[in-house]
């Protein structure tokens, strides 16, 4: 079994686009800061030859537009926020 903990900061290369039901879209290049805890194990060697193991990470942050905002002079294009994955 094993657990740990990280920091995160992941930044998107190309653009992300979301489109609302009305057709409208928006484009643009996210960040996100978080911290991640992982959770796993391992099983013991099965013949001497295979191990089987998993792993979950727990992803708790915040996502913001920096490029944007900087190009553009507007503010963080995504609003409060708190960006979480499994």
Same mark, same amino acid.
């Given at each position: 079994?094993?657990?740990g ?17 009305? !057709?409208? *879209?928006?484009s643009?290049h996210?960040?996100?800061?978080? /911290?991640?805890?992982?959770?796993? %194990? ?18 708790? !942050?915040? *996502? ?8 553009? /002079?507007?503010?963080?294009?995504? %609003? ?7």
């Open positions: 079994m094993f657990l903990v990280k920091a995160r900061f992941m930044s998107s290369l190309t653009w992300a686009t979301f489109i609302h039901q009305n !057709g409208e *879209s928006v643009f996210p960040v996100v800061v978080a /911290g991640v805890v992982t959770v796993g %194990g391992a099983s013991p060697m099965i013949q001497d030859v295979y191990r089987m193991d998993g792993g979950m990470d727990f992803l708790l !942050g915040y *996502s913001f537009t920096p490029y944007d905002s900087a190009i553009y /002079g507007t503010g963080n294009l995504i %609003g409060k926020n708190l960006t979480f994955a499994l």
